[in-house]
């Protein structure tokens, strides 16, 4: 049980277009997602927090009108990179926490994002 | 002052040692200890959770908790080049608040 599902895994797309990522909580329903950024050989970056039916909380330094975010039932949220350039490329990873602690967090497979 | 402390590394070890990695924290409030592995350019998984102090083992994996000192370790018995990939302790209290380490980085040599 616990499953995150995260889609696509990967995505190259031109300079100045958007891109969506899918994040769906497939056996347990989620309130609160959070969305990661992973550069090469570094850890996980906590981006925004994104809450059900409510604006996403972001973490200083990440712009919301760049990364909108939106969780709009239990099971989903998305994560859409408008605009972007090529040093938006990276790791994007979200988790949903299951509610049970012997769960703790559960990430998606991640998204691997190229801007070119 | 971090919530969590983690060493980096790299660790680089020959196959079959024992491998010992570890997590400071700073809040004596939390009691939900996890330990995540993530291989390269795919999502952490979780490995082992424990809660408040003490030992569990799962196969070749102990984790272990010490409050008193505010320490976790994760230890790897007669590691596995499989055993290779980046590890992360997440550490919390109750609710959805987990602080997650930088993670080390393992190697097992062949």
């Known amino acids: 049980g616990a499953v995150v599902s995260q889609h696509p895994s990967r995505v190259i797309c031109k300079s100045g277009t958007s891109v969506k990522i899918e994040c769906r909580s497939l056996?347990?329903?989620?309130?609160?997602m959070f969305w990661y950024r992973q550069f090469p050989k570094q850890s996980l970056m906590l981006m925004a927090t994104?809450?059900?039916?409510?604006?996403?909380?972001?973490e200083q330094g990440v712009e919301k009108d760049k990364f909108l975010i939106n969780h709009a039932s239990l099971t989903l949220s998305t994560l859409t990179v408008t605009s972007a350039h090529p040093e938006d490329s990276s790791f994007y990873i979200c988790?949903?926490?299951?509610?049970?602690?012997?769960?703790?967090?559960?990430f998606g497979s991640g998204t691997r994002l190229t801007v070119v | 002052q971090k919530e969590v402390e983690q060493d980096p590394g790299p660790l680089s070890v020959p196959e079959g040692a024992i491998v010992s990695l570890n997590c400071t924290y700073s809040?004596?409030?939390?009691?939900?200890f996890m330990w995540y592995r993530q291989y390269s350019r795919k999502g952490p998984e979780l490995l082992m959770y424990?809660?408040?102090?003490g030992n569990k083992e799962d196969g070749r994996f102990t984790a272990q908790v010490d409050k008193s000192s505010k320490y976790i370790s994760l230890f790897i018995r007669d590691s596995q080049p499989s055993d290779s990939a980046t590890y992360l302790c997440?550490?919390?209290?109750?609710?959805?608040?987990?602080?997650f380490g930088t993670g080390t980085s393992l190697t097992v040599i062949p």
């Open positions: 988790s949903a926490y299951t509610g049970a602690h012997i769960y703790g967090y559960t």
């Open positions: 056996d347990f329903q989620a309130t609160t």
């Open positions: 994104s809450n059900e039916g409510s604006k996403a909380t972001y």
């Open positions: 809040n004596s409030a939390f009691q939900y």
């Open positions: 424990t809660y408040s102090s």
């Open positions: 997440a550490i919390g209290s109750t609710g959805n608040q987990f602080y």
